[in-house]
């Protein structure tokens, strides 16, 4: 079972493995609130994960070791076991699903596991390493649903306490919910007082359902950028952890993810992969309210795949008004593309794109259309570019 002493003993058991991972005060990002970020997107392995593998790690005994262990995962939870064995010097599988990021692949083979790739998301992994420990022999780690490993989680709840003095409230991304039941069981127990609030992404809100529902209950299917938290269902033991201990569960869009994981790098230089961004964009939407409140986001991971990262940005520029596109009906006579120019430059927006095309059948025979993409600096700098083309005389398109 979980207990607090288990929480002490697996941040012993961490001291010299893991990082202490910084606090960085980031007020910008949730006006009105003192707001806090936690970096395990810096720990090593590029995520909190490793915390709960290593310390399961150190629990298994003689026996269990030399049979090797085996896992499964999205990604983070795979780089954990993958170096956490390695280090203690046992034989690790790990089964992914295929459509994990090509980085987090070649990174847990590159901390010395063998790769399974399994078709499909993190359940149907699931199911694999379930069919190879049965066949076998392995010891199976699970990523979240296991009291030592959500004992290691737990661990970061013992350094936020240390870190930050008063603290009313913190943001916790939740996927299969070991993460948050660590902290939140650990938050709880130390400091009653504190606020815990989990978030998931709106394509894969498991452990929400489950919660409001009153029993688990597995999503037909899930979809989100936020990969690391894309779980079909969540476990018994963080099920029953996260209806006690969580004071609510709120849910955060792909574009909202987007724009959290832009401004990150924006305004602080941190790279975050999409779950690692879901607590930050459910501070920034004020999906939870933190007017005066000081509360800490955690970063959970940064191993965002890099191919995928130009698009998250693109998405997260749109929806932040940091990038709009106009469509522009035009008379075809010489000096109206000057004209739109003009007052886009007056206004200090920035042309990055322009298409122009003749107008279709059964429109004005001198028409035209004038497609642009800009850059701008909000959506207030989109209004305002907006009403001094129409004024000027302009239509504007949808």
């Known amino acids: 079972m979980l207990t607090i002493d288990n929480v002490y003993r697996a941040s012993n058991a961490l001291k010299g493995v893991i990082r202490k991972t910084d606090v960085i005060y980031a007020p910008k990002l949730c006006p009105g609130a003192d707001l806090y970020l936690k970096t395990e997107n810096l720990q090593i392995t590029g995520s909190f994960k490793v915390r709960g593998a290593y310390y399961k790690m150190t629990t298994l005994s003689d026996e269990e070791k030399a049979r090797g262990v085996i896992a499964c995962s999205a ?7 993958a170096l956490a064995a390695t280090k203690n010097g046992i034989k690790s599988v790990i089964c992914l699903p295929d459509g994990a990021p090509i980085s987090k692949v070649e990174a847990t083979k590159n901390y010395g596991a063998e790769v399974c790739l399994v078709e499909g998301v993190y359940d149907d992994a699931y199911q694999k390493a379930l069919q190879l420990r049965d066949e076998k022999g392995y010891t199976f780690i699970h990523p979240f649903n296991d009291p030592d490993v959500i004992a290691g989680q737990g661990t970061i709840a013992l350094e936020l306490i240390e870190q930050i003095a008063d603290l009313d409230a913190v943001l916790v991304p939740i996927g299969g919910g ?10 709880k127990t130390v400091n009653p007082r504190v606020k815990v609030y989990g978030v998931q992404a709106a ?3 498991s ?13 037909a299917s899930v979809s989100t950028i936020a990969d690391g938290i894309a779980v079909k269902k969540p476990g018994d033991l963080t099920y029953e952890l996260c209806s006690k201990y969580v004071d609510e569960i709120v849910t955060v869009t792909d574009d909202e993810i987007s724009a959290a994981i832009l401004a990150l790098m ?3 230089k941190l790279v975050t992969e999409g779950a690692g961004a879901v607590a930050v964009a459910a501070a920034m939407f004020k999906k939870v309210d933190l007017t005066g409140k000081k509360a800490v986001c955690l970063l959970s991971g940064g191993n965002i795949d ?8 693109k998405r997260g520029l749109l929806m932040s008004g940091r990038s709009c596109q106009l469509m522009i009906e035009l008379m075809d006579k010489p000096g109206q593309l000057k004209h739109v120019s003009r007052i886009i430059a007056d206004l200090g927006g920035n042309v990055t794109s322009v298409h122009h095309e003749r107008a279709n ?18 959506f207030a700098h989109i ?11 302009f239509k504007l398109l949808d």
């Open 75 to 81: 990604g983070n939870h795979a780089q954990g076991v």
């Open 178 to 187: 070991g993460l948050i039941s660590g902290v939140a069981y650990t938050m």
């Open 203 to 205: 394509g894969a809100p």
């Open 207 to 219: 452990m929400k359902k489950s919660v409001e529902d009153g029993q688990i209950e597995e999503l």
């Open 266 to 268: 924006e305004q602080h």
């Open 306 to 313: 890099v191919t995928i990262l130009s698009r998250v940005i």
């Open 361 to 378: 059948e059964g429109s004005d025979v001198n028409g035209c259309y004038l497609r642009i993409i800009l850059e701008t600096r909000n």
């Open 383 to 393: 209004e305002e570019i907006k009403k001094a083309l129409t004024d000027y005389g």
